[in-house]
């Protein structure tokens, strides 16, 4: 069906729209006039969206843009916004390449090329592996819904990963050689919480003062944050933990709680301050980029080896094992979902535990 241009522009610059008739169900004829979109591939693309929900779409036409868009649409009901964030970024690499092609008409020759670009870039495998999985899911969420399918996606099998994974950290005494740097309260603040309750990055980046006890001691895990993605009011997307273990109350050691106390002296000189601040950004978290460069900077000057974020968390995990945390206790501690996910990641703390038990048996 065309597309209209409409001699008129509004505001921001919107002119082209579409006009379709269809019959409804109790065979009613109407007629359908779009609102206005900057670009005619937008027009096309959302015109296509309303043929498909209303039935009339040939699906041998349907291109992956327009499944992606229709799939992304109804995930957004379903879907926690840092998750939905993620599913976009990820269908975004998919749209650029595939997007405008036909899903029943994809060849495996226009597959291949697909697959070359992704495994010529530099994402991680595991990135790799998800891009080629999400194929497979819009794939199968077309079937489902619309008898959209392809079966080449499916003929290839994940790509394996043969590095040796190895988890880097610091030690009591190089954390403190680094925390010697920090000349920003807030920064300090942040890394000091990392370091010895192990919280994720989201989750320290969420808390508010309302979240601290300073009388108890302790700390509320209610919520995390990304400053990756914002929503459509600019503000940075704030959700539930990763799991329901995630949501937890833990108690805080004296570093923690003393440094979290200079934070709250800290803001509550502002005349606008009130609880419901973050506590590591006052009235905004602080962006990740952010505290990437403050770490890569205290590294330089405390003259450190440098580590990711997340292994804060990990530095964390070792400090804790390694001063008689029982693996059942970390876990509650990590906010992992289970023991397992505990196991699976640090076991090897707790090697020499393990040894140690042998000997006494032996002993026995």
């Not at 868009?69 to 009901?77: A, F, I, P, V």
């Not at 603040?189 to 003062?209: P, S």
């Not at 804060?312 to 029982?326: D, K, P, V, Y």
Request: charged share 25%.
């Amino acid at each position: 069906m065309p597309i209209y241009k409409d001699t008129t522009k509004t505001k921001d610059g919107r002119q082209w729209y579409f006009v379709i008739s269809y019959t409804t169900l109790d065979g009613r004829y109407k007629n359908y006039k779009s609102k206005k979109f900057k670009t005619k591939r937008e027009a096309e693309l959302e015109e296509s969206k309303f043929l498909l929900d209303k039935g009339y779409a040939d699906t041998d036409k349907i291109t992956f843009s327009v499944l992606i868009d229709h799939y992304l649409t109804e995930k957004e009901n379903t879907l926690k916004p840092r998750t939905l964030e993620r599913y976009k970024n990820h269908f975004h690499k998919i749209d650029n390449l595939l997007g405008h092609i036909e899903v029943k008409a994809l060849t495996k020759v226009q597959y291949d090329e697909f697959r070359n670009i992704i495994l010529d870039s530099d994402f991680a495998i595991s990135s790799k592996n998800t891009i080629f999985m999400f194929v497979k899911s819009l794939i199968n969420y077309g079937s489902l819904h619309f008898d959209i399918y392809n079966s080449i996606p499916f003929k290839y099998l994940p790509l394996k990963d043969n590095r040796i994974k190895t988890m880097d950290f610091y030690t009591l005494d190089e954390f403190n050689q680094f925390i010697s740097a920090a000349d920003d309260i807030r920064y300090k603040g942040m890394f000091i919480t990392l370091f010895y309750c192990g919280l994720r990055l989201g989750e320290a980046n969420a808390l508010l003062f309302s979240d601290i006890n300073f009388k108890a001691g302790e700390i509320a895990i209610t919520k995390t944050v990304t400053t990756k993605a914002k929503d459509k009011q600019g503000n940075y997307l704030v959700s539930t933990p990763k799991t329901k273990g995630s949501i937890r109350t833990l108690p805080l050691p004296n570093v923690v709680l003393n440094t979290l106390k200079q934070l709250y002296d800290y803001y509550s000189k502002f005349e606008e301050f009130n609880t419901d601040w973050y506590v590591f950004g006052g009235l905004r978290p602080i962006p990740q980029t952010t505290l990437d460069n403050a770490k890569k900077r205290y590294c330089k000057q405390a003259n450190i080896k440098e580590i990711r974020i997340h292994d804060f968390r990990h530095s964390a995990a070792s400090l804790m094992a390694n001063n008689g945390a029982s693996i059942m206790l970390l876990s509650r501690y990590l906010g992992h979902s289970s023991i397992k996910q505990t196991l699976d990641r640090y076991a090897h703390l707790y090697a020499s535990e393990m040894d140690s038990l042998v000997d006494k048996i032996n002993k026995l």
